[in-house]
């Protein structure tokens, strides 16, 4: 193969890179103007739309009658007028499955009613515009349902109310006001038929409409994920400031355990034995509750040292809760710690004073209503355990200061019965009749029952 490179002959005329283009025509230099007179049966429309979005392929019917809405006051401009405008076009759609669209021309007197819409064509090739007068029309939806509902009241006699209803809202949607047309459409969006009508044709079975199916039917997808009343008050349970109950407890021993109340770290380090000597000298034990000083004696009879301890952080408890000072909305401060050695006593350890904190006072500085609660029902739930679930709250309300009726509610958010003490309840506890509307009896029996959620009805409008 040879390594010459090939020349470009000298006689080759070199072709252009690009293909040229067709020559365009020359426009006309005049444009002749024609104006056609449009027969009344085939003049164009301009149809708007406001606040719709209207396909492309909207299947339009065309209808007309002779106009009946003429003022005296446009007397004078309907006689300028075309003989199309002598006519009123009405263009209808019920392609849609729910609702009707429906185009009529909107007329006004004064200023706008000169106003004219014009639709020209233009010819490039022959120079030539030709211009025909239009109509316009305004596109407005109806509600199948409420038209139809309309119609058969007004061929019947009965329910004249809702028939004369039905009438005046077409009235107003056709020849009415913009804000009368408004306020008519708006009343139609938000419009759900009643099934009245359905119900006795189908042999007492409610039969709905078209539009009220598709919306019952979006609403049940919309609010089948909505949380049941049972999920409501099982989240309302669990975030509730009190004890967490063991639901699946076949006794009332096993709804609230020591261990849980207390805590295993705490039930470590809690020391009894101070009480169980001086006890067993027949020593007298004061303490700062009236509630622990009661039943002190008789907790130690009893050999038990779980339920001697569980008496031990109930006292803790109470002192701690009397060192709390007041703060801002119904809150309490905490206490320093040298306070705390003051009320509750030398025992008390550091490690035991942040515990308390960590578990009753989780924001630190104060207890919010809400830890204040839970350490009141803590302390409730523990009075249960010690006097084998039935407790006289006066001790506790005396020592919680307190009111009866607050004492109780406690009682009763960790699933008590709360009742006044009977006739041999009263022998027991040796007081009076009159005493005894001052004492107040909580049981914790199974099945456990605490308060339900209260479900406030919406107002009627």
């Not at 078209?210 to 919306?215: G, I, K």
């Not at 004492?407 to 009749?433: D, H, L, N």
């Not at 914790?444 to 009627?460: G, N, S, Y």
Request: proline share 6%; glycine share 4%; charged share 30%.
């Amino acid at each position: 193969m040879s390594d010459k490179k090939r020349k470009r002959g000298v006689d080759e005329v070199d072709r252009p890179s690009k293909k040229k283009l067709p020559e365009a025509r020359a426009a006309p230099q005049t444009v002749r103007f024609s104006a056609v007179n449009a027969v009344a049966e085939w003049a164009p429309a301009i149809a708007t739309a406001p606040g719709l979005d209207l396909p492309t392929n909207f299947p339009l019917q065309a209808f007309e009658r002779p106009r009946t809405n003429t003022t005296q006051t446009g007397a004078a401009t309907s006689a300028r007028r075309s003989a199309s405008s002598q006519t009123e076009l009405l263009l209808h759609c019920s392609a849609h499955p729910k609702l009707d669209y429906t185009a009529r021309e909107e007329l006004f007197d004064g200023p706008e009613g000169l106003l004219r819409h014009y639709v020209g064509v233009y010819d490039p090739a022959t120079g030539e515009l030709k211009v025909v007068q239009a109509r316009k029309v305004v596109v407005r939806p109806t509600l199948r349902s409420i038209v139809a509902e309309a119609d058969d009241d007004s061929s019947g006699e009965e329910q004249p109310s809702q028939s004369r209803f039905a009438a005046r809202n077409l009235l107003g949607e056709a020849f009415g006001t913009k804000k009368s047309q408004k306020a008519i459409r708006a009343r139609t969006e938000n419009a759900i038929a009643s099934p009245h009508k359905a119900s006795q044709a189908s042999a007492g079975k409610p039969v709905l409409d078209p539009l009220a199916s598709a919306v019952i039917e979006y609403m049940s997808q919309s609010t089948s994920t909505m949380p049941t009343r049972e999920d409501m008050q099982a989240d309302v349970d669990e975030s509730k400031p009190r004890p967490k109950a063991n639901m699946k407890a076949e006794t009332p021993a096993e709804v609230y355990t020591i261990e849980d109340l207390v805590g295993t770290d705490t039930l470590r380090v809690l020391s009894v034995r101070e009480w169980q000597t001086a006890v067993e000298a027949k020593k007298d034990v004061q303490t700062s509750s009236k509630y622990v000083s009661r039943r002190l004696v008789k907790v130690v009879a009893s050999k038990n040292v779980m339920r001697l301890k569980a008496l031990r952080f109930i006292l803790l408890l109470i002192d701690w809760y009397s060192c709390l000072r007041p703060g801002l909305k119904g809150a309490k401060k905490l206490p320093q710690r040298d306070d705390i050695r003051k009320a509750v006593g030398g025992e008390i350890t550091d490690s035991m004073i942040e515990g308390l904190r960590k578990r009753f006072a989780p924001q630190g500085a104060a207890l919010n209503k809400w830890a204040i609660d839970n350490l009141t029902t803590h302390v409730c739930a523990l009075a249960l355990v010690i006097d084998q679930f039935e407790v006289d709250t006066c001790d506790l309300r005396d020592d919680l200061k307190l009111e009866t009726k607050e004492i109780s509610k406690y009682f009763q958010e960790i699933g008590c019965k709360v009742a006044i003490p009977t006739e041999s309840e009263m022998k027991k506890m040796r007081i009076t009749k009159a005493e005894s509307t001052t004492h107040k009896i909580a049981k914790l029996k199974l099945p456990l029952e605490f308060p339900r959620v209260r479900m406030i009805a919406p107002k009627r409008r």
